[in-house]
């Protein structure tokens, strides 16, 4: 129910793809896009993700084409406990566990949380991305973005290279991409871009922790449009970007990095192209599947660094997985111990990934190398537990 008391309608999904190696796990969305077809890829590309990270989790996807943007915090928690008033009856911390994903942040998952401890009457950790202070974990907002980078500088290593000097291009200014531009600036790399749906900005300066922190409190706090980014910083320019030009002017700058974390098909092949031509040596992908089929050909082709979505930005499902292991034992590790154990996955799916690209006869393609080496998996558990 709105805040004028009008009843609105909106349909929501939930996907269980695969329980083969753990519960279903993935993400739930919230946007207008939503759609059965979308969740479907998503959650089969959960699947391998997940397989990939070391931790018993099977995939899943789920969402609504509800609305957040523009709706009082009122309006998104009785919309949260509509949604959950049916998706209890599917979920639990041994079946399916939810996490956030685009549209579903914290705020969200509280609304979420605390519907299922009302209908359920137990406190489990049946989601995941919860607030710290009642069962989630440290380090899970940053997980997504911190692991891309960690996931870029394995690949870069791969060439005697590190992050440091290099010039990057981000999409996206929500979870993923604002996590990115931390690392990317804590790891002494200098991001120039950063976007919402109606535009990106480019600062030939750079982002640094100032300006991060603004558009942070932007995003986070007054939920604002990047636009006043350019309206702040004089050395940053704003362009708006509509989706059915035959090209994103963002990837359309000289740069070394790529990091696409902001929403599905967000790279085609003329935006591919540019990036080759304006000389980036690697792609690393936050959001998931933000390259189409023609694009990949292009990267491969041209032999860049291409981390695919379900290799490079495993690190949120990971230390989700960590979010369910502490609260299966009730207590919460440091900061320190999630991130070490968050580096260590990245590091673990990179070699994974190298080591199936090369058995399998295309070395250096972690496209390959991450299919194949998180199929295997699941169907190896498949085969072991029989047909049922
Ligand atoms: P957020 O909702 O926090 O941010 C999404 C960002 O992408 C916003 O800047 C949004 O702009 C922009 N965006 C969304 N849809 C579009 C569109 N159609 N065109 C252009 N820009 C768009 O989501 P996350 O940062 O969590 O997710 C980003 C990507 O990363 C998604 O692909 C998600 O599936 C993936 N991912 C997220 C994980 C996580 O832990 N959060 C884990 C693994 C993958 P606007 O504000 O205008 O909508």
Redo the contacts with the bound molecule.
């Keep these: 129910m709105d805040d004028q008391g009008q009843i609105q309608v909106n349909r929501g999904f939930r996907i269980e793809m695969s329980s083969a190696i753990g519960p279903y796990k993935g993400?739930l969305?919230f946007?207008p896009?939503v759609n059965l077809g979308i969740l479907k890829f998503?959650a089969f590309e959960q699947v391998f993700?997940n397989a990939l990270t070391t931790l018993p989790m099977g995939g899943g996807k789920g969402g609504s084409d509800f609305n957040p943007?523009g709706k009082s915090d009122m309006e998104v928690m009785r919309f949260c406990q509509s949604f959950m008033a049916e998706l209890f009856r599917h979920i639990g911390p041994d079946t399916d566990v939810p996490?956030?994903?685009?549209?579903?942040?914290a705020r969200e998952i509280g609304y979420l949380f605390g519907m299922y401890k009302k209908l359920r009457n137990e406190f489990t950790g049946v989601l995941t991305?919860k607030s710290l202070n009642w069962g989630g974990s440290l380090i899970?907002?940053e997980?997504?973005?911190y692991g891309s980078v960690y996931f870029a500088a394995e690949m870069l290593a791969t060439k005697g290279q590190t992050l440091e000097g290099k010039t990057c291009l981000v999409?996206?200014?929500?979870?993923?991409?604002?996590h990115t531009l931390e690392k990317l600036i804590e790891l002494g790399a200098k991001p120039v871009t950063?976007?919402?749906?109606?535009g990106y900005i480019f600062d030939p300066e750079g982002i640094d922790r100032d300006k991060l922190a603004f558009l942070m409190t932007l995003?986070n706090v007054r939920?604002g449009?990047?636009k006043e980014f350019a309206e702040k910083f004089p050395t940053a320019a704003y362009t708006p970007?509509d989706?059915a030009e035959e090209f994103n002017p963002l990837w359309n700058h000289k740069a070394d990095c790529a990091f696409p974390?902001?929403?599905?098909?967000?790279i085609n092949a003329v935006d591919a192209k540019h990036l080759v031509d304006n000389g980036i040596i690697m792609v690393c992908e936050?959001?998931?599947?933000?390259t189409v089929p023609a694009g990949i050909d292009i990267f491969i082709e041209h032999r860049l660094l291409y981390g695919p979505?379900k290799a490079a930005?495993?690190?949120?499902?990971s230390?989700?997985g960590l979010e369910m292991t502490q609260n299966s034992m009730r207590l919460a590790w440091t900061r320190e111990e999630v991130d070490n154990r968050l580096r260590m996955i990245m590091k673990s799916i990179h070699h994974t990934c190298l080591a199936a690209a090369e058995q399998y006869g295309t070395p250096g393609n972690y496209m390959n190398g991450a299919n194949i080496a998180g199929f295997v998996k699941v169907v190896d558990a498949m085969l072991d537990q029989g047909v049922v």
């Design positions: 993400g969305r946007h896009s998503l993700k943007k996490a956030g994903d685009i549209g579903v942040g991305g899970r907002p997980a997504t973005g999409s996206g200014s929500g979870n993923v991409a604002q950063c976007s919402d749906s109606s995003k939920r449009r990047v970007v989706p974390s902001a929403t599905q098909n967000e936050g959001a998931n599947m933000p979505g930005n495993a690190g949120g499902v230390v989700s």
